[in-house]
């Protein structure tokens, strides 16, 4: 009896550690999706106060404020005003406009829907940011197209003023 | 018997149209410089081919239908509402070449709101738009602002009872100096001083805020243009919420509120009296509505409970609503909140300030607060009829700029507006719920789109049904020049199909 006591503590212990083992390897694996802008606007409610991943692009550039910084991220449905730490925006090297694709931020912070520090805004302020894609800055090609469209243009113009000029000059005489 | 428009009728109304045609081309030289200064060539060739296009079509309809008559009152009624849809036509051009537009029907729909200052828009990655097409969409609405035709009046049309009969049908009835050109040229006058100052405030602003100073200028002037002409389009997809600044938001606020101010009065507080604020019955009137409105929205916010704390309230239901009542449409909230929190009362409130619009005279679209001002004078008046002596003779009398006698020709064209515009929201609102839209969020953007005002609840976007955009689209354009010219335009049709 004594020894089936011994063997069946050890089974307890094995299983608790196989449990244990699980536990942290889904944790790992399994990471918190991101939400997207439309999710968190649309069900403001429910995730309001919660800790959130969202993910986008860095957008117009960075606004500095004192040791924060407003960092706005599109995910390509909406812009989303991120509140972050000073030391956390220096990750960023382009924010998208005309000329560039901005980084792409993965962050991971509290959602307020109507935010008492910022005026009742809704933001998300970051505990911790990683940069998923990093941004470019855009060559645009000049289209072919346009140019030659311009100069046929231009053509027609000219025959225009041409034939005023001579419908001017023959309504003179 | 209904006589038929003779061909030197459609040649008048050609020559003015060709004119103001021009006049939308050469204002695309100002992009054009910019995307050349900015090293953006794409947009500067599709400001090439735009600016092109509106000259040559321009000086063919000179060259063909010129005449040296002066315009009546109908042609010049339907030069006015053809205009405006000419300029939106060829002002979509740019946006459509930047491929930004979905088809060219969004391209119309947002020239049509810049012009008509109206703020809805379809545009598509607006993030990453070039700075010569973001300014041309802020230009298209400080030059709808101060009137297409107030700008072709003041460069390019000679001074002449014409010119008058065109500035009437742009939806403006008030002469601010003896002069209509002199008018048209003053109006762009307050404007620019107005130009300067404001981009520097906002700039001064949005350097302390943390933007680059380049930034901080084109924004401040891109956002200067939008607000004062109470537009609403913002150079970022996130309107006005991108800055996360209160001193931006106090700012626009500011300037929101003075561009919803009649020139007349702009003029009088200038140059002869400051005192005309408190006592202009329009002020008066917007100052009493705002209150009453805002008093609605904040017990539908509180209701709602969805802001924490009365600065927070304040802030987000304040602005809304100054800039529904300025018929602005800048917004620090985004569009779908309105309809997940803010609730229906709110909600309806706000419907109702943005129906209500400012002073005649202005940037803004809407009623128009003299028209309020007036039909409640001669409510008062009747109520106060009823209360005295049958025997008891009175006189009622309004100010606006001096001292009116209020007549009942004013109460009857007043009432006759108010009427207008209220079917006009209506009309919309029905076409959003035979689309299938809920009631409510589709009479908030019905009532937007036709008072120019600007705010979405989320039905404006590239997605919508193309019926709806063709509404709004006329909506926007009606609501803009206050129907009398465009009925004219329909008679004017009207007579050229059944006329002898």
Redesign the interface.
């Known amino acids: 009896m004594k020894i089936n006591f011994i063997k069946a503590t050890r089974l307890c212990g094995i299983l608790f550690l196989l449990f244990a083992i699980c536990y942290l390897l889904s944790a790992i694996c399994y990471a918190q999706p991101a939400v997207s802008s439309t999710e968190l606007i649309e069900r403001a409610k429910e995730f309001a106060g919660k800790e959130v991943i969202y993910e986008g692009e860095v957008i117009g550039e960075v606004m500095n404020r004192g040791d924060h910084s407003w960092v706005n991220l599109n995910d390509g449905e909406n812009a989303i005003g991120i509140w972050l730490d000073n030391n956390l925006s220096g990750i960023i090297s382009f924010c998208g406009s005309y000329q560039a694709r901005g980084d792409w931020l993965e962050v991971r912070g509290i959602f307020n829907r109507a935010c008492k520090m910022h005026g009742a805004d809704l933001d998300i302020h970051a505990i911790n940011v990683k940069k998923t894609r990093e941004g470019k800055a855009i060559r645009h090609r000049l289209l072919p197209e346009k140019q030659k469209l311009a100069i046929i243009l231009s053509g027609v113009l000219l025959c225009l003023l041409i034939l005023q000029f001579f419908k001017r000059r023959l309504s003179r005489k | 018997m209904i006589l038929k428009p003779s061909l030197a009728d459609l040649k008048t109304v050609g020559y003015y149209l060709g004119k103001i045609i021009i006049g939308i081309g050469m204002s695309m030289l100002l992009p054009l410089a910019s995307a050349a200064a900015c090293g ?3 947009p500067a ?2 400001f ?2 735009a600016f ?2 509106c ?2 079509i321009g ?2 309809l000179i ?1 063909l239908c010129f005449s040296e008559k002066n315009l009546n009152w109908a042609q010049g009624m339907v030069v006015v509402s053809l205009a405006w849809l000419a300029v939106s036509l060829f002002g979509a051009i740019p946006f459509y ?1 930047s491929g930004h537009w979905g088809s060219y029907l969004d391209c119309v729909f947002d020239a049509m709101s810049g012009f008509a200052t109206t703020g809805l828009t379809l545009v598509q990655d607006l ?5 010569a097409v973001n300014l041309w969409r802020h230009l298209i609405m400080f030059i709808g602002g101060q009137g297409v035709v107030v700008l072709a009046l003041s460069f390019l049309v000679r001074g002449s009872a014409g010119a008058f009969r065109m500035y009437v049908g742009e939806g403006r009835d008030e002469k601010i100096l003896p002069n209509v050109v002199e008018t048209s040229r003053f109006i762009w006058i307050v404007s620019i001083v107005y130009f300067i100052l404001g981009t520097l405030v906002l700039a001064i602003v949005g350097r302390l ?4 100073w380049l ?1 901080s200028f084109f924004h401040g002037a891109c956002i200067f243009m939008a607000a004062f002409d109470t537009g609403g389009f913002a150079p ?3 309107n006005i ?4 600044s ?1 001193s931006y ?1 106090i700012v626009t606020m500011v300037i929101m509120i003075l561009g919803s101010l009649n020139f007349k009065l702009h003029y009088t507080l200038w140059l002869q009296s400051k005192k005309e604020l408190t006592k202009n019955i329009e002020t008066r009137a917007f100052f009493m509505t705002i209150m009453l409105t805002f008093f609605l929205v904040a017990v539908g916010l509180a209701k709602s409970g ?4 009365v ?3 304040f ?2 239901g304040f602005y809304q609503l100054i800039s529904g009542h300025t018929g602005t449409g800048y917004q ?3 569009a ?2 309105f309809i ?2 803010w609730g229906d009362f709110a909600l309806a409130a706000l419907i109702v300030a943005m129906g209500l619009g400012g002073g005649v005279c202005s940037t803004t679209g809407g009623i128009k607060m003299l028209r309020i001002g007036v039909v409640f004078k001669a409510l008062y008046n009747d109520v106060k009829r009823i209360m005295l002596p049958e025997s008891a003779v009175f006189i009622e009398k309004y100010h606006h700029i001096k001292e009116m006698i209020l007549q009942d020709r004013q109460v009857r064209s007043a009432m006759l507006i108010l009427l207008c515009y209220l079917g006009l929201y209506a009309i919309g609102g029905i076409i959003g719920m035979l689309l299938g839209y809920p009631a409510l969020e589709a009479f908030f953007e019905s009532t937007s789109s036709a008072a120019n005002v600007g705010l979405s609840c989320g039905i404006t976007k590239a997605s919508m049904p193309a019926l709806l955009k063709l509404t709004y689209i006329a909506q926007m354009w009606i609501g803009r020049l206050e129907f009398m010219s465009i009925f004219t335009l329909v008679g004017f049709f009207a007579a050229f199909v059944r006329g002898k």
């Open positions: 953006e060539l794409n060739y599709d090439i081919i092109l296009i000259i040559i000086k063919f060259l070449l993030d990453h738009i070039s700075r805020e943390g933007m680059s930034n970022q997809s996130q919420l991108y800055y996360h209160l938001e969805v802001y924490p704390g600065l927070g309230l802030r987000k620090t909230i985004y779908r909140q997940h929190e």
